[in-house]
């Protein structure tokens, strides 16, 4: 199935910008949830090229929890202060409670 690249990033800017405070999405739920589960890796480039101040971009990880290196406000180590910030815990290891801090959502109508 092909991707229309403009519903699909209006549809994954909608999603990511519905995370509450101190939860995070992985890229891949996003991916499924907006009904391309094999296009995780397209979110992370909605995700790069969207402006922060508008798209609360720090609240998606890797499907492990990990944090993005390739996070425009500062690489791994901004992505971890934008989290703490929220009040997110993350581990020395680099990544987060996925059981603790994920957040799915009850209805998806995008």
Request: proline share 4%; hydrophobic share 40%.
């Amino acid at each position: 199935m092909k991707i229309d690249r403009k519903s699909f990033e209006k549809d994954v800017v909608a999603l990511v910008s519905s995370i509450p405070v101190g939860r995070v999405m992985t890229y891949g739920q996003i991916a499924a949830l907006v009904g391309f589960p094999r296009a995780a890796q397209m979110v992370g480039w909605v995700m790069h090229w969207s402006d922060q101040k508008k798209v609360p971009y720090q609240r998606v990880v890797n499907r492990f929890g990990g944090l993005a290196v390739g996070y425009t406000n500062g690489g791994i180590d901004g992505h971890k202060n934008d989290l703490l910030n929220e009040g997110i815990v993350v581990g020395e290891d680099g990544t987060i409670d996925l059981e603790r801090y994920m957040w799915w959502p009850k209805n998806v109508d995008l």
